[in-house]
């Protein structure tokens, strides 16, 4: 992470960390198309534009209120003192961006970075969202997530706050490492695509009276493929760009970081496959591209910092947490994701926070109290506070489109057109006649 001391960026190292931030909306539209492609094919404009809104709104938040509570390293800070400890808790930087420093290359680039990075996070719950999310309910729980669940973790992880700081006397610090946004990005957005995906319910139909699910596969696999190999150039400048600005590696790691990041993406997929082709007899497209993504996931806390063939292992690794973690969820828990993204996003991320305890070389003498000290966080205090305030937005402006809503397609319900007119309002005109010519 930053220290409140980090060394000034060299010019090449400013526009190489720039190059990389300007690749990562390239993992925006990969995951947009991933979310679309796995949905219905009457809902697919709805999925395209709430994710555009989801982005929109999430920067505005994170610009006017959400920068304030993660704030940068050695900023001013909520702290409060346990157990003899002084513990830095949140941010409390101006609101709107007012006291960062733009003629600071580092300083300007990290809030760069961070804008991109919470859009990441916002479009995530979407795909567990898919084909039933209200778009007005989309817009108000990523200002949630933008404005305050994601910046809280992102300052105990990057702003200086308890998690990422290193220990030093008087202070708690565990020394989490996260370059890429394992956890702060994908764990954060994935645990909030639980909390979606619970509090829509299942789509209708979904599952048999005995609780069988029906097979509800999305409508266009091209997109969703398509979607991977977007993931893979923004997931490098992401995870480039973090391990530079967040963790403090230096700007000649970056081959390094996108040699880790592919290496981990193909053995995820092909481990996916596998799985898939095990059990099924055949590869699951879907689940393939969820493996890919998820190992993309994986590798973002530590890419930096890890061997190439750690990162093989850390993608094979997370490719069967994806697969086997989609199925059960269906099938097992009986929580309908659509996309895949809790498997995908909160598997992947925390697996790979985990496994930067296992294969990171850094000079945290005790990188499990670290890893494991950011895990807990995100499963008993990330989880349960953005259940609760999607639950308590639910109850004043219900998340769910009504049934007929459902059944239409969101597409016309809240959008009036849909994505694929010619089968939509003319599929009459498309049916075999036997008598015409």
Request: charged share 10%; aromatic share 10%; net charge neutral.
């Amino acid at each position: 992470m930053i220290q409140a001391a980090a060394p000034e960026l060299s010019e090449s190292a400013q526009l190489l960390c720039a190059a990389l931030i300007a690749t990562i909306p390239l993992a925006a539209a990969g995951l947009t198309l991933m979310n679309a492609g796995l949905g219905r094919s009457r809902s697919a404009t709805h999925a395209m534009l709430g994710s555009l809104c989801a982005v929109a709104v999430a920067i505005l938040a994170f610009s006017i209120c959400g920068f304030s509570w993660q704030g940068l390293p050695g900023g001013p800070a909520i702290r409060f003192t346990a157990a003899g400890h002084s513990w830095n808790w949140i941010g409390r930087e101006p609101f709107f961006l007012r006291a960062v420093q733009f003629d600071n290359p580092r300083a300007a680039l990290t809030v760069w970075l961070q804008l991109f990075s919470v859009g990441i996070a916002a479009l995530i719950p979407l795909g567990a969202g898919n084909d039933r999310w209200r778009l007005g309910a989309v817009c108000l729980s990523s200002a949630i997530l933008a404005g305050w669940t994601y910046p809280l973790f992102a300052h105990w992880c990057w702003g200086g706050g308890w998690l990422g700081q290193p220990d030093v006397a008087g202070g708690v610090g565990f020394g989490l490492l996260d370059s890429g946004g394992a956890g702060a990005i994908h764990a954060v957005g994935g645990l909030t695509a639980l909390s979606i995906a619970c509090i829509l319910g299942p789509r209708r139909g979904k599952y048999a009276p005995g609780g069988i699910p029906t097979a509800t596969p999305g409508h266009n696999a091209v997109l969703v493929l398509f979607g991977c190999f977007l993931n893979l150039v923004g997931f490098v400048g992401l995870n480039g760009s973090g391990s530079i600005l967040l963790s403090g590696a230096a700007a000649r790691n970056v081959p390094l970081v996108a040699v880790n990041t592919s290496l981990a993406a193909a053995a995820a997929a092909l481990a996916a496959a596998g799985i898939t082709g095990l059990r099924f007899g055949r590869p699951d497209a879907s689940i393939c591209a969820n493996g890919w993504t998820g190992g993309l996931v994986a590798a973002s806390a530590a890419c930096a910092f890890v061997d190439p063939a750690a990162a093989a292992f850390t993608g094979a690794v997370a490719g069967a947490v994806v697969a086997l973690a989609v199925e059960w969820l269906d099938a097992r828990a009986r929580v309908d994701d659509p996309a895949g993204s809790i498997s995908v996003h909160a598997g992947g991320g925390l697996w790979g926070m985990l496994a930067a305890a296992l294969f990171a070389r850094t000079s945290n003498p005790d990188p499990w109290l670290g890893q494991l000290a950011g895990i807990a966080a995100l499963l008993f205090l990330i989880l349960p506070m953005t259940y609760a305030l999607n639950r308590v937005l639910n109850r004043f402006y219900p998340q769910r489109v009504p049934a007929e809503g459902e059944l239409q397609g969101l597409d016309l319900y809240e959008l009036g057109a849909g994505a694929y007119p010619e089968f939509v309002t003319h599929r009459e005109e498309y049916k075999f006649n036997p008598k015409s010519k």
